[in-house]
């Protein structure tokens, strides 16, 4: 069945424009910046021909065109050159003051622009250098112009103040702002590594999830088909009709280690189709008397022994419990001496303690001794110990190989990495 496409909220035209905006901006820096220029250029020359009500206009009629002029075209290296511009700007600023044009907001929107790209563009004390240094110097020269003699002290000296420290918090803001979304963005950034490193990670343990499985199914069956088959070819003149029944067991042995094998890489093609074929259930102690059949066929006499009430299992801790016992039983058949073998299975508490050993010689033979250096041993030991059980493997004092280990009867860790 087709999935319909999520469908996408529709952007307001107003944040459609503000987008467009800002990609136009970001593709041409220079246009924009040369567009506020000349805007902050017709606010300055406005601001020069404004004079309070009875006073004169200043005698240098072009001074203030000059000067505003100069300092909104060297606002247009405000990306690169932020100090210098704003030394500019308040030079230009304080001279068209002690010429005696009135310092309005519209006069001062080139040094204001200059503030603010100085307190977004750099770190906090070239900030506060500059923008204190070019606040008195243009409050001085407000205090001592003739163009506001008929303004009392305080408001010539709070009206600069004001209108300069605007610039200087909202580019403060600003830069406050950009530096949280590149912090949000390093963390979604790292959020996605993590993620990506999660999912290798995952990978990773399936894979080697995967390989147990197979090294269990196909070690345990072709160690058990290569004993039957020896078996029958030591029996076939001798006794004909124990070689059939052992050539019967055989067919019996590959066509469970078929079935496994297609169980286990069943797992691989599997997909979120409902009308996918079910998979077998993963094996387990109730087909304990199965493998112990099929051993006793392979020559190799198996004795179970239970203790304690048995409790049910959880799906995770029955699979390990049965798959250790299988490789066990294995390496007693490849390795072994002797042709007799021993499971002990003891309910305690909260835990199941299993015991396969075999008897053997007192000293430990080096053929008796390479289990512990295999995978076989490996394997078994991190299937315990992916469910929080314990697991140990070794000759014995009196003799032979013991593999022991404890298992809860609840996995203490997730159950997925070992359920097929």
Request: contains cysteine.
């Amino acid at each position: 069945m087709s999935k319909r496409p999520r469908e996408s909220t529709p952007l307001s035209p107003e944040r459609r424009y503000a987008d467009r905006l800002e990609e136009f901006a970001v593709r041409h820096p220079f246009l924009v910046d040369l567009a506020i220029v000349l805007a902050l250029m017709g606010c300055a020359t406005l601001g020069s021909s404004l004079t309070l009500p009875g006073a004169d206009p200043p005698s240098q009629d072009k001074a203030a065109t000059v000067l505003m002029s100069v300092s909104c075209l060297a606002l247009l290296k405000h990306r690169t050159h932020p100090r210098t511009v704003v030394t500019v700007t308040a030079v230009c600023t304080v001279a068209a003051v002690a010429f005696g044009y009135l310092l309005t907001p519209l006069l001062l929107a080139p040094i204001m622009a200059a503030l603010y790209w100085l307190a977004a563009l750099t770190d906090r004390r070239t900030t506060r250098a500059y923008g204190i240094t070019t606040l008195v110097a243009v409050t001085v020269a407000a205090v001592f112009s003739d163009s506001m003699d008929q303004l009392s002290v305080l408001l010539r000296t709070i009206g600069p103040i004001f209108w300069l420290m605007l610039p200087l918090a909202a580019g403060k803001m600003t830069q406050l702002r950009r530096a949280y979304l590149t912090a949000v963005q390093a963390r979604a950034e790292h959020a996605e590594r993590t993620r990506e490193e999660e999912a290798r990670q995952r990978v990773t343990e399936e894979r080697m999830r995967i390989a147990r499985e197979l090294h269990d199914v196909v070690a345990h069956h072709l160690a058990l088909a290569n004993a039957q088959a020896g078996t029958a070819a030591h029996l076939a003149l001798s006794s004909p009709e124990q070689t059939k029944k052992i050539l019967t067991d055989l067919t019996g042995t590959t066509s469970s280690a078929l079935r496994e094998l297609k169980g286990t890489l069943g797992l691989l093609r599997r997909n979120d189709d409902s009308g996918s074929t079910p998979l077998e259930p993963s094996p387990g102690l109730a087909r304990l008397p199965e493998l112990i059949s099929t051993c006793e066929s392979a020559g190799l006499d198996v004795t179970v022994t239970t203790e304690g009430e048995p409790q049910p299992l959880s799906p995770g801790v029955d699979l390990t419990a049965f798959r250790i016992v299988q490789e066990a039983l294995t390496n007693v058949t490849k390795h072994a001496t002797t042709e007799a073998a021993h499971v002990r299975l003891a309910y305690t508490g909260s835990r199941l303690l299993i015991t396969v050993s075999n008897d053997g010689p007192a000293t430990a033979t080096a053929i008796e001794a390479v289990p512990v250096r295999g995978f076989g041993v490996m394997g078994m030991r991190e299937r315990a110990h992916s469910i929080g059980g314990e697991l140990r493997a070794g000759p014995r004092p009196e003799g032979g190989f013991a593999v022991t280990t404890a298992l809860p009867l609840q996995p203490h860790a997730a159950e997925g990495g070992d359920t097929p």
